[in-house]
């Protein structure tokens, strides 16, 4: 078949597109009509009553909707050897503002998430979408949701606890890791490789150090480190469910959440992904690992959680951005706060980054 317009797609629509045909956003599997963009930005909820937290849309300039009719078949193209196809079903227009107001819950483009969308055009296409190639990845984890689920059938796990991530993982995450490895036979160590902030630490970085640390510290054949390639939009409650659902079409049966799940800045309360994630967990059949503040206690001379130590004032604790700042400037992490190996891995790399751009 021959198709007369093309339309290029950013990387991050790429990926979504192809997350859908994968299954990766079941119940989702086709881009949003505006019927199912307005119910899911109002209610959480897709026009049938099922729960889907996050718009999935194909953004297109206002000459590209003036140009597209339903029932046009177009192309797509994207970066790293994106190719796909989609069948118009629909051309709408959607409400920026209104979308960062119920969505991000605030208008202000000092959330990353709003300032993305609001630089996007707000005309969007619906249709059916197809594959040819998806973006191509750097890395040799495990994408797609058969593959991890294929793995987890082969070690033959019957409960299998995910942990999403976008930063290197610290010891207070190992901490996370480890209780729910008492509990779950197995643990699936899902980073998101896609977009991200600015000053977030680059995926090929972080990729690196989960495997340093993992196998120095975790035992072998009781976790699975995969990929999931789309980007965070740091909706805070919202993206946390949305990460929940994902994890549970990747073969997940539980869901590691703490403090701040998803959030950015303080434009959320640090429980509020948590209480969402619960009140809604039964119906997305998923098991909720919730867990309180987590850290290092100099008295109690180890890592611990608000439910197990008394000292929460006295708690050795950095920032991302204290962290980002030590690291760049070529200093290595407290041991109370990272795994040597990996602050080591993290600060060469990183410093080596900074002293790249100024020349």
């Known amino acids: 078949?021959?198709?007369?317009?093309?339309?290029?797609?950013?990387?991050?629509?790429?990926?979504?597109?192809?997350?859908l045909t994968w299954g990766a956003y079941a119940p989702l599997q086709h881009l949003m009509t505006g019927e199912e963009y307005h119910s899911v930005c109002e209610t959480m909820r897709l026009p049938n009553g099922t729960i889907f937290p996050l718009p999935m849309v194909l953004p297109v300039p206002a000459s590209v909707a003036e140009a597209v009719h339903p029932g046009e078949d177009l192309e797509m193209v994207g970066r790293y050897g994106f190719a796909g196809q989609i069948k118009v079903t629909e051309i709408f227009k959607r409400d920026l503002l209104d979308e960062a107001a119920t969505v991000y819950l605030t208008t202000d483009i000092r959330h990353p998430g709003v300032a993305h969308l609001l630089s996007q055009s707000p005309w969007c296409l619906a249709g059916d979408i197809k594959v040819l190639h998806p973006p191509d990845?750097?890395?040799?984890?495990?994408?797609?949701?058969?593959q991890v689920k294929a793995l987890i059938r082969k070690y033959q796990w019957r409960t299998i606890a995910a942990f999403q991530t976008r930063n290197p993982?610290?010891?207070?995450?190992?901490?996370?890791?480890?209780?729910?490895?008492?509990?779950?036979?197995?643990?699936l160590l899902h980073p998101l490789i896609g977009s991200t902030k600015r000053?977030?630490?680059p995926a090929a970085i972080r990729m690196a150090s989960y495997h340093i640390l993992l196998d120095a510290y975790y035992p072998k054949h009781r976790v699975i480190l995969a990929t999931f390639p789309a980007a965070m939009r740091y909706a805070g409650p919202r993206e946390a469910l949305f990460h929940a659902i994902v994890r549970k079409n990747y073969g997940a049966t539980h869901?590691?959440?703490?403090?701040?799940?998803?959030?950015?800045?303080?434009?959320?309360?640090?429980?509020?992904a948590i209480h969402l994630l619960e009140q809604h967990a039964q119906e997305?059949?998923?098991?909720?690992l919730a867990f309180p503040a987590v850290g290092?206690?100099?008295?109690?001379?180890?890592?611990?959680?608000?439910?197990?130590?008394?000292?929460?004032?006295?708690?050795?604790?950095?920032?991302?951005?204290q962290v980002r700042e030590t690291l760049r400037a070529g200093q290595n992490l407290p041991a109370e706060f990272s795994r040597p190996e990996v602050s080591y891995y993290l600060q060469r790399a990183l410093s080596t980054i900074a002293q790249e751009a100024e020349g």
């Open 296 to 321: 290092f206690c100099p008295r109690c001379q180890q890592t611990v959680s608000e439910r197990t130590c008394p000292h929460r004032s006295e708690w050795f604790t950095l920032s991302g951005t």
């Open 199 to 201: 000053d977030d630490i």
């Open 169 to 187: 993982i610290h010891r207070a995450h190992e901490y996370l890791h480890k209780v729910a490895l008492e509990v779950c036979d197995g643990l």
């Open 1 to 19: 078949m021959t198709y007369a317009k093309v339309i290029a797609v950013t990387a991050d629509v790429a990926w979504d597109v192809t997350l």
């Open 137 to 146: 990845l750097p890395f040799h984890e495990p994408v797609h949701p058969g």
């Open 255 to 272: 869901f590691i959440i703490g403090r701040d799940a998803a959030g950015v800045g303080d434009f959320y309360g640090p429980y509020d």
């Open 284 to 288: 997305i059949g998923l098991t909720p």
